[in-house]
Nanobody, 123 residues
Framework: QVQLVESGGGLVQAGGSLRLSCAAS????????MGWFRQAPGKEREFVAG????????VYGDSVKGRFTISTDNAKNTVYLEMNSLKPEDTAVYYC????????????????WGQGTQVTVSS
């Protein structure tokens, strides 16, 4: 199976930056690609960014394009999300997901999830 452990969330002022980390372990077959989603109270889970371990597939949600950067450190089995120019609307619980089928833009494309980490952006 796959285990995902997230870190890096916290409170930041608007315009600031945070870096989230997701450490993955378990069967590589079940984590061919990784993704970040976020969910605010009363809203659906929203796709933020996705990447596979070779870097041949990288995609961003429209709301974060140009501000966030997803990357991997394959030696550490870790995925990062660099978040810059943060806005109050970025406030949400951020989840790391692992996809056995190679990724996608929908929660149904991911088979394993981390516990989530809270990101709060104040104005």
């Amino acid at each position: 199976q796959v285990q995902l452990v997230e870190s890096g969330g916290g409170l930041v002022q608007a315009g600031g930056s945070l870096r989230l980390s997701c450490a993955a372990s378990g069967r590589t077959y079940s984590r061919a690609a990784m993704g970040w989603f976020r969910q605010a109270p009363g809203k659906e889970r929203e796709f933020v960014a996705g990447i596979n371990w070779s870097g041949s597939w990288i995609v961003y949600g429209d709301s974060v394009k140009g501000r966030f950067t997803i990357s991997t450190d394959n030696a550490k089995n870790t995925v990062y999300l660099e978040m810059n120019s943060l806005k109050p609307e970025d406030t949400a619980v951020y989840y790391c997901g692992a996809s056995a089928v190679g990724g996608g833009r929908w929660p149904k494309d991911y088979d394993y999830w981390g516990q989530g980490t809270q990101v709060t952006v104040s104005s």
